[in-house]
């Protein structure tokens, strides 16, 4: 049967890497395929012809029955602006499907998997997500071909129109968002929560100049669970000198054979695994347990060089009171 959930393609400017993801994808060959690429960088030595070049291999090498419809920038926009528009551009056009990376290379049974999960959580709007990355060193979890997280991984990924209108590349709720102390809800560690806050911040103020927090931050703040294959189903082979975020090697490479699925058989965030990744993969039962504590003296430690900075200026019985009632704060909490 041909296969028909819509396919976007986001590529850039590696050639030898959108061939591998060609020659993926043609194992399926979607009927429906949706192609986007920035533009080439005036500041870049030789991107323009690396742009042209992997514009032209995807026009002769998709070479299956199937409506191609592209979306080309004549301009440099950077991910986070152009991978953003990719996929808003590409559900202003369908209801649901399949994304993929220049770099991701999925298994065969990546595109079924979509398909069928799709089609299962069309209508459950407590699902947001479908991810092809297994994160944990292919450990199984829960007694289904997948489980339920709060982390959206994005190396493959599907979703629905109706969930992605919620995405705002601007992050203009994150302010108030954690003005309101909602964030302790999600990550319960606080190491966790500081680091996404951290990152939060980072990603609204534009230091960090990516599309994919943002996305993170639409599920999370509301409640949206996301689905992660207990096997892995995504390659990501983008990291090297070219790659944009992916440093060092991949230590995820290997990709395995999922299907058939079997579904769980509950709807509901598995928080072993979740902590897992929080935690690491080591952790001693102990070392969680201490974890809040060396939280604690973390922050005293910083507190108190702060405060001992300013005691130059201000009275001593004033330093004290003050550090009293900061960690008095710090202990109810």
């Keep these: 049967m041909p296969f028909t959930t819509p396919v976007l393609l986001i590529i850039f400017r590696r050639p030898d890497i959108v061939k591998q993801l060609i020659d993926a994808v043609r194992v399926a060959a979607p009927t429906r395929i949706f192609i986007s690429c920035d533009g080439p960088s005036p500041e870049r030595a030789g991107e323009a012809e690396k742009v042209a070049a992997n514009r032209a291999l995807v026009e002769r090498e998709i070479d299956w029955p199937c409506t191609i419809e592209r979306r080309y920038s004549d301009i440099n926009q950077g991910p986070r602006v152009s991978i953003a528009g990719a996929i808003t551009w590409f559900f202003e056009r369908v209801e649901e499907g399949i994304i993929l990376e220049e770099d991701c290379i999925p298994h065969p049974d990546f595109f079924p998997y979509c398909a069928e999960l799709l089609e299962r959580y ?29 982390y959206p991984w994005v190396w493959g990924m599907a979703t629905w129109r109706n969930r992605w209108k919620h995405y705002d590349v601007n992050l203009s709720a994150w302010p108030a968002f954690k ?142 009171k003050e550090i009293a009632l900061k960690y008095i704060r710090i202990l109810k909490k």
């Design 179 to 320: 003005s309101s102390g909602a964030i302790k809800k999600i990550f319960k560690d606080p190491f966790d929560r500081e680091w996404w806050t951290m990152t939060l911040d980072k990603t609204y103020g534009g230091t960090i100049n990516s599309w994919d927090f943002q996305w993170c931050f639409a599920c999370m703040s509301r409640g949206g669970l996301c689905i992660v294959p207990n096997r892995n189903l995504i390659n990501n082979i983008g990291f090297g000198v070219e790659g944009v975020y992916c440093f060092g090697e991949n230590t995820n490479s290997q990709t395995f054979k999922i299907l058939p699925l079997t579904h769980p058989s509950v709807v509901r965030r598995n928080v072993e695994a979740d902590d897992h990744i929080c935690y690491g993969r080591n952790i001693s039962w102990l070392e969680k347990k201490l974890r809040p504590m060396r939280w604690l003296v973390h922050r005293v430690k910083s507190r108190l060089s702060s405060l001992f900075c300013r005691i130059s200026t201000n009275g001593f019985f004033r330093i004290v």
């Design 122 to 150: 069309r209508h459950d709007d407590r699902v947001w997500h479908i991810s092809g990355t297994h994160p944990l060193d292919n450990q199984w979890r829960g007694d289904g071909s997948y489980y339920f997280s709060k």
